[in-house]
């Protein structure tokens, strides 16, 4: 996702079920809805991920719940998977002893991931497939809060789904319209949601520190969100997951 995603102003949809759920009605709307996209290059991921332990502890740090879960019947590329739980979600990732035994087994993924490393995979849905590193890391779901996490912490992936009708916000989104909502005293229905983007805020403030308020400075992960009540427009920044929400 690059620039400012412009769209028409657009109501959330509900959603039904997933893990990214916030408690709010309007704000159940992570239906899966990323478009196929063709293979990125793979030095556009964000951070320096090379190991199943260097994104254990993204994704923690990202504020996600992470737990390891007993092996199933995953399908083996090479090497066994270690599965992960992410808020409720079963990641499956791929760790191989050097960059070039990855690359070996990535190229051979094909385009519906039917086959890859020459043996047929069946899924229940066809997998996002994100590389990193070392890694291979196989989402076999339609959560879009959790593409959207696994995104920001991979790059674009490799392989996504073909596009249903509904958009995947991220789950900072909803926190940023429940925020607003507060703010105003108005219906969370009402705001519409014009625009975001991922950034990198340079503080733990998002960059909006209040009077006399002592920012950790550490760049921050997370979103710049447009939003529209009534005829204004507000910007709502977060962190990655909409723990933090300040409005300007």
Do not use: H
């Not at 990214?20 to 990125?40: N, T």
């Not at 994104?55 to 092996?71: D, I, K, M, N, Q």
Request: hydrophobic letters at 40%; charged letters at 20%; one cysteine or more.
């Amino acid at each position: 996702m690059t620039g400012l995603q412009s769209r028409n102003p657009t109501r959330l949809r509900p959603r039904r079920g997933g893990s990214w759920l916030v408690s709010f009605a309007v704000c159940s709307f992570l239906l899966f809805g990323l478009a196929a996209c063709s293979r990125p290059r793979e030095d556009q991921a964000p951070q320096a991920i090379e190991t199943s332990e260097d994104l254990f502890g993204a994704l923690t740090s990202a504020g996600a719940e992470v737990r390891a879960s007993p092996a199933g019947a995953e399908p083996t590329l090479r090497v066994p998977a270690l599965t992960l739980m992410v808020g409720g979600e079963e990641i499956l990732v791929y760790e191989y002893a050097t960059l070039e035994d990855r690359q070996a087994v990535s190229a051979s993924i094909s385009p519906d991931a039917a086959t890859i490393d020459g043996t047929a995979v069946e899924w229940p849905v066809t997998p996002t497939v994100w590389v990193s590193g070392r890694l291979i890391v196989v989402y076999p779901g339609q959560d879009g809060g959790t593409i959207l996490l696994l995104d920001g912490l991979l790059g674009d992936p490799i392989l996504a789904q073909s596009p249903v009708v509904d958009e995947p916000y991220p789950p900072a989104v909803a926190a940023a319209i429940e925020a607003l909502s507060q703010s105003l005293g108005s219906d969370p229905t009402s705001i519409q949601v014009t625009g975001f983007e991922p950034v990198e805020w340079p503080d733990a403030c998002l960059g909006l520190p209040e009077a006399g308020e002592l920012c950790a400075q550490a760049v921050t992960p997370g979103w710049q969100i447009r939003l529209t009540a009534g005829t204004r427009t507000y910007e709502a920044r977060t962190d990655l997951l909409g723990q933090k929400v300040r409005l300007k």
